[in-house]
């Protein structure tokens, strides 16, 4: 195996040399000019919980022990970006043993930096750790009222497939129902 570092188009990427393909290693952080994504580790946890309860109401934030469950003990991907020293975004991606799905637990950006992209460079960064990872498929679920995230999906090429009526114990974005989305991925 030969590493290496790789900038194409403002993106710093470490890669190594496995067989004839070069890949990026699944811990390997992306340094953008907007800044790094990175895997998160049990120290970001109290940074993810402060972006968790600013993205979402309290009774649909995920509670501090459900984030260390998915950040430590699940069978996830918890990618961070970073700037500087601040959290600007993170994604959370659960796998199952055996399956070819993956699925979009959460997708979180701080209001004060929506709108620059953050939200789907950290859906690119998981989707190549996803093909890494001999992913076929992604599935989420989005409240029917995000438009700003079921828009952002749709142009990331998942597909609505599903209504799910009252999906959601409590209240989010003015409806409890959801979209099951899906994407295909390929390699």
Not at 75 to 98: E, F, P, T
Request: hydrophobic share 35%.
């Amino acid at each position: 195996m030969v590493f290496g570092i790789k900038y194409q188009n403002g993106i710093l990427s470490l890669i190594w040399f496995h067989g004839n393909l070069f890949e990026r290693p699944p811990d390997a952080a992306i340094m953008y000019d907007a800044g790094v994504i990175r895997r998160a580790t049990i120290h970001d946890l109290p940074e993810i919980i402060k972006l968790e309860q600013k993205c979402f109401h309290t009774n649909s934030a995920y509670t501090p022990k459900q984030l260390l469950y998915l950040i430590t003990r699940a069978n996830s991907n918890c990618l961070l970006q970073q700037l500087n020293h601040s959290i600007q975004g993170s994604i959370i991606v659960l796998y199952k043993q055996g399956s070819e799905v993956a699925g979009i637990e959460t997708i979180s950006v701080d209001p004060h930096c929506r709108g620059q992209g953050i939200g789907k460079r950290l859906l690119g960064a998981a989707e190549k750790d996803m093909i890494y990872r001999g992913i076929q498929k992604i599935r989420l679920e989005v409240s029917i009222g995000n438009f700003p995230a079921i828009q952002l999906y749709q142009k990331s090429g998942f597909r609505i497939t599903t209504i799910l009526k009252d999906y959601y114990t409590y209240e989010k974005y003015g409806s409890h129902d959801a979209y099951r989305m899906i994407r295909e991925l390929t390699t």
